[in-house]
């Protein structure tokens, strides 16, 4: 009997030390997923406070991220809402079919496009905005181009200025 107590107290030993370091490992994965949800709120709060819109879409052409201003644009409540939707689903879809070719072009070529000046006319509001855009190929970790990245600065009260100094100069 006292061979089985043994041999009964060296697993029940061995079973403590096993669950130890699973306690251990788990909680280590608990420090990196909140190391990692810190991260991806910092990240959040970064895009939420450039002032431009940006927004991603993957090769297809959907949104699959947004940030805070981008979403004023939309009316939308959330990023959540934005993702999945393609242009199609925004009222601008009409007006805008000529930067869908360019996304096309920066996916194909996987060349940035830059300073892009697009003339917008918001039905809604029946004001005309200007926008400077930024689209830019997103890559996997391979190299491989897996989308768009677009960045919209409202530049309207500067052709404004320009249309105006224009105006009086001449």
Aim: charged share 20%; net charge negative; glycine share 4%.
């Amino acid at each position: 009997h006292t061979f089985d107590a043994w041999f009964i107290l060296a697993h029940l030993l061995k079973i403590i030390s096993y669950g130890l370091i699973l306690i251990g490992l788990l909680a280590s994965m608990q420090e990196s997923f909140k190391e990692l949800v810190t991260t991806q709120e910092f990240l959040r709060l970064v895009l939420d406070n450039i002032p431009q819109q940006i927004f991603w879409k993957n090769l297809q052409g959907t949104y699959q991220g947004a940030n805070r201003h981008f979403l004023k644009l939309t009316q939308l409540p959330n990023v959540e809402a934005v993702i999945g939707k393609t242009d199609d689903d925004f009222p601008w879809h009409q007006q805008f079919q000529q930067l869908q070719e360019i996304e096309q072009q920066v996916i194909l070529t996987n060349t940035p496009r830059y300073n892009i000046e697009i003339e917008w006319v918001n039905t809604v509001e029946g004001k005309t905005y200007w926008w400077l855009k930024n689209k830019i190929p997103l890559h996997d970790i391979d190299g491989k181009v897996i989308g768009v990245l677009t960045t919209n600065e409202d530049i309207t009260e500067r052709k404004q200025a320009e249309m105006y100094l224009k105006e009086y100069n001449c």
